[in-house]
């Protein structure tokens, strides 16, 4: 924990968004902690990244350099900018980037710090930028939150879910908040189930969502869910296709996220000899998200 005395080193790297998962990796080994987000009505990528010392900063920027370099051919597709914060008000440089966001037909995403008047029918998250993915802001999660409002419509029956890698918490907000019973989210780093935990509470869905520490390589659920979510990561999903299609009650639906368009080929290969069908794609930037259904008995529900 800072004291009040204390600053940190931050570099923000804008980059395009295809190389965010590269630069996040690197981030992993290089700093304390950093976030990844993207504007809106945009192709690039913010990566805020957070230093305790300026010796720390240095390397990171030179190796963040180099991999950039290399990435791009040597253009001038990317910056880095670096700046030192007083601890207790790093938070107030992310009020820059993120606004009330209509995502879908009935969800709409905002910061707390901004008011924002419902629709009737609307669905509203509040949920601010932090250490763990999922504002709404990327496309793969506004791919998923997409599919999910459509998914909820006028059923009969409560829906329901499950969120594989729930990272900020924000699918199983959306599935609770539109009606699905139970929620049930799971992810494997410890500190996203604490912040997705807190920001269930804040959006007063604690009672219908269950969080948890969870790994797909080793899925453990009692029951098989109406939808599942798993928006995590293309060699993931490739790797645990068959456990992760297995959670999908039989004429449930997938929504498969997280994938690179030149890495959807390669999901879909893995998924189509399961017998799950591929139903709808949601192709947006450098990203394709997806929706699957499980058959019923040999034959699609329609």
Excluded at 92 to 108: D, G, L, P, T, Y
Excluded at 115 to 132: A, L, W
Aim: glycine share 8%; net charge negative; charged share 25%.
């Amino acid at each position: 924990m800072y004291s009040a005395e204390d600053s940190i080193e931050t570099l923000r790297i804008t980059a395009p968004a295809e190389f965010a998962e590269r630069l996040e990796f690197a981030l992993e080994r290089l700093a304390e902690s950093s976030s990844c987000w993207q504007p809106a009505s945009s192709d690039r990528a913010v990566i805020e990244a957070y230093f305790e010392c300026a010796e720390d900063a240095d390397r990171a920027s030179v190796a963040l350099t180099a991999q950039l370099m290399e990435l791009t051919g040597g253009n001038s597709l990317w910056t880095i900018d670096r700046e030192t914060l007083p601890a207790k008000d790093w938070s107030n440089a992310w009020k820059a980037f993120f606004h009330v966001e209509r995502v879908s037909q009935r969800i709409v995403t905002k910061p707390t710090w901004e008011p924002y008047t419902p629709q009737p029918g609307d669905c509203v998250i509040e949920i601010d930028p932090g250490m763990s993915f999922g504002t709404g802001q990327h496309e793969t999660t506004r791919g998923c939150l997409r599919f999910l409002d459509r998914l909820t419509v006028g059923r009969p029956q409560p829906a329901s879910f499950l969120d594989l890698g729930c990272g900020s918490g924000i699918l199983s907000i959306a599935a609770a908040k539109l009606g699905c019973r139970p929620v049930r989210a799971i992810d494997i780093d410890e500190d996203s189930v604490t912040i997705a935990g807190e920001n269930i509470a804040s959006n007063g869905c604690a009672e219908h969502v269950t969080v948890g520490i969870g790994d797909v390589a080793r899925l453990d659920e009692p029951q098989r869910y109406d939808i599942v979510a798993a928006n995590i990561l293309a060699p993931i999903l490739i790797e645990h296709a068959a456990a992760i299609s297995d959670t999908v009650a039989p004429g449930g639906h997938l929504l498969l996220a997280g994938i690179l368009t030149t890495q959807y080929m390669d999901v879909r290969n893995a998924y189509l000899p399961l017998g799950m069908q591929e139903c709808e794609i949601n192709a947006e930037g450098e990203w394709t998200s997806a929706r699957w259904q499980k058959p019923v008995d040999g034959l699609m529900k329609k």
